[in-house]
């Protein structure tokens, strides 16, 4: 068996592909031709003092090992997936014709055996907290026959905490722990509930469940894939009220209609009896959601869609309605992500007989934190108009105050935890290059001599780095490195062609301003003209077709 990978750090370098300075489209042949190219300068039989040697054949090593893991179809499918780390799993032994799906699959079964291991060490705690704001004494002017003002009263009316931790016993036991909490107008309750699933299959699973609270609570649930895109699930349940224990039974079947829509049809029978049946459509642009429920004592439709904005912050706007036996409401709003693990949201809700109501949500990893405000017992329109536009100044003010300024320190502090971590690292690559730089410097001169006999291309100067944008170039002190010596040697027959990848791969090269933004400004001399031309790190470049003149001072 296969030993999985240990940790979960992203993968897809592309750092052989830079060193041998070929395009992750490359052939063979020119896997071939950039390996050659560079035997000529690193190989330690081309030099003769010893340190150079030794100098000489560590680079070779690292040219030789890219040039393995690329020309080897196996190999460089892995890598092209999953990167070094990938190359570092025992994979089983396999046919050479394997194909990249089936590595793929190997790959993901790894995955699994590791994740499977992991649950002796990993539980998964959920939670959610509400608060409900009684504000309606800002809006509702019952109180308009006293003669002294005061000052409007709000006040927390309602609390709610639940909170749950999943306890993986085996492969296919968990053991779940959920509890909750409520408290309203001076009175509350609570319970507490434990919960046993096991994986009977790879097409069900049962789970038995026992709470107290509001009296004994006993639950068995069976879950089972009846066919390709359609599952069941039926639940027993026996609760103890003052009359004593009432039966009920919940029963759901679940349809998929397209790649995008399910349908589902859920039958309850016992305390609160009914039938409904909901559709829900996702696509990555949106969601609807619709239901209708025929019961006793209550009935209702329902419907919801979801509009998610193509921008970096995943913003999505959301809008509801809601009509049944006691009532009708309209809910709008929209949430976004604050930060990596957080989103925020606010909705207004407007009904017959709520009145109007603010919900503002926020989503932090598996915790969730509800804040109901509830402004007023009648559809005030001063109480929708200030509902409506209060939150999204308060949010934008929090966002410039507060948020902006956090997140820009916060980054700003990664990126020089980031640079201190990695300055060992840094300061090994610098010595590697500078003594890819001595050992290219015989063929440097080679190769500026030839072409110059033919007017050719030669490079006067290349800066790799933080450059600073002006008229006159620049860059910034620290943060940038001498490259004319490695870019002239990857001259040929006066052309030099780098590929799209990161230039901090190349020979000669390494990475002056860790996790920042790096350019490439190369001024050479092609048929006794200047030229200047400057690209960014990723882009790829090609001279001396891509450039500018630059006038002569005389």
Avoid at 416 to 426: D, G, L, Q, V
Avoid at 457 to 469: N, Q, R
Avoid at 519 to 530: D, P, Q
Wanted: charged share 25%; proline share 5%; glycine share 8%.
């Amino acid at each position: 068996m296969a030993a999985p990978m240990e940790d979960d750090e992203p993968v897809g370098s592309d750092d052989y592909y830079s060193l041998l300075n070929c395009p992750r489209t490359a052939t063979q042949d020119e896997l071939k031709a950039a390996y050659r190219k560079l035997c000529m300068v690193c190989h330690p039989d081309k030099h003769r003092e010893d340190e150079d040697k030794q100098l000489a054949e560590k680079l070779f090593n690292q040219v030789h090992t890219a040039y393995e893991v690329l020309s080897d179809p196996q190999k460089r499918t892995i890598y092209d997936i999953y990167g070094k780390k990938g190359l570092e799993v025992e994979w089983d032994v396999v046919p050479r014709t394997r194909t990249p799906q089936e590595i793929r699959e190997e790959y993901e079964r790894l995955q699994k055996e590791r994740e499977e291991r992991r649950l002796q060490q990993r539980a998964n705690p959920k939670g959610s907290i509400s608060v409900k704001v009684d504000a309606t004494d800002v809006f509702d002017q019952y109180d308009d026959y006293e003669e002294e003002e005061r000052f409007p009263r709000v006040e927390i009316s309602q609390m709610g905490i639940s909170q749950s931790v999943e306890m993986p016993l085996t492969s296919k036991d968990t053991a779940t722990l959920s509890g909750s909490l409520q408290s309203q107008n001076g009175m509350g309750g609570g319970t507490v509930n434990c919960s046993l699933r096991r994986i009977t299959s790879d097409l069900g699973w049962a789970e038995f469940e026992v709470g107290a609270g509001e009296g004994l609570f006993l639950g068995l649930k069976g879950h089972r894939i009846i066919s390709k895109g359609c599952w069941g699930q039926v639940s027993g349940i026996l609760q103890s009220t003052p009359r004593g224990f009432r039966p009920g039974i919940n029963t759901v079947v679940s349809r998929q209609l397209d790649k995008n829509t399910a349908g589902f049809l859920v039958w309850r029978w016992g305390l609160g009896s009914n039938v409904t049946s909901q559709i829900v459509r996702t696509t990555p642009t949106s969601s609807f959601q619709a239901s209708a429920q025929l019961g006793i004592p209550t009935c209702f439709i329902f419907a919801s869609y979801t509009y998610k904005l193509q921008d970096e912050d995943q913003t999505s706007c959301k809008v509801v309605a809601k009509a049944g036996t006691f009532g009708a409401m309209v809910e709008y709003g929209a949430e976004k992500k604050i930060s990596t693990h957080s989103r925020l949201g606010a909705f207004v809700s407007v009904g017959v007989p709520t009145g109007v109501m603010v919900k503002v949500k926020l989503n932090r990893a598996n915790q969730m934190y509800l804040f109901p405000i509830h402004l007023c017992h009648e559809i005030a329109p001063n109480a929708v108009f200030y509902g409506s536009l209060v939150p999204v100044l308060v949010y934008f003010a929090m966002k410039k105050l507060v948020m902006d300024p956090y997140l820009r320190r916060q980054k700003e502090e990664d990126l020089e935890k980031k640079k201190e971590s990695s300055m060992k690292e840094t300061l090994e690559k610098k010595r590697e290059a500078e003594s890819a730089v001595r050992l290219m410097q015989a063929t440097v001169q080679r190769i500026v001599e030839a072409e110059e006999a033919k007017q050719g291309l030669v490079i006067l100067s290349a800066w790799y780095g933080k450059l600073v944008a002006s008229e006159n170039g620049g860059a910034e002190p620290g943060k940038v490195i001498d490259v004319m010596v490695p870019l002239q040697c990857q001259v040929k027959d006066s052309k030099l062609i780098l590929t799209e990848t990161s230039k901090a791969g190349l020979p000669g090269f390494y990475d002056p301003a860790v996790g920042e933004d790096k350019s490439l400004r190369v001024v050479y001399k092609f048929h006794s003209v200047m030229h200047e031309v400057t690209v960014e790190d990723d882009e790829p470049l090609r001279i001396p077709k891509q450039s500018h003149k630059i006038p002569d001072p005389s």
